[in-house]
Nanobody, 119 residues
């Protein structure tokens, strides 16, 4: 599985961005996906996850109510809609194949896309 994340950029606090993660392979619709982020000097942390069907989602408390994860299995793509962005959301965002909230339960990772939120 190969993952290609895109959509990052520079945005002012309060703004929005939508990240996309395009996956290769015919079995995209059979596995869960997650988004993680890593700020400079910090460990990679869980942001959101979505089940293979899209019926189940999970969010970190820090983004709940502001971020929405979704997927389009026909396009082999998972999205992360980020609203009401804060400077503390600044990080490199990664998509990954797996489930749960731990880095160790994900086994394929995209290259990351930088999100910078200015105050």
């Amino acid at each position: 599985v190969q993952l290609q994340a895109s959509g990052g950029g520079l945005v002012q606090a309060g703004g929005s961005l939508r990240l996309s993660c395009a996956a290769s392979g015919r079995t995209f619709s059979t596995y869960g996906m997650g988004w993680f982020r890593q700020a400079p000097g910090k460990e990679r942390e869980f942001v959101a996850a979505i089940s293979w069907s899209g019926d189940t989602t999970n969010y970190a408390d820090s983004v709940k109510g502001r971020f929405t994860v979704s997927r389009d299995n026909a396009k082999n793509t998972v999205y992360l809609q980020m609203n009401s962005l804060k400077p503390e959301d600044t990080a490199v965002y990664y998509c990954a194949v797996g489930a749960g909230v731990r880095v160790g339960t994900y086994n394929y990772w995209g290259q990351g896309t930088q999100v910078t939120v200015s105050s």
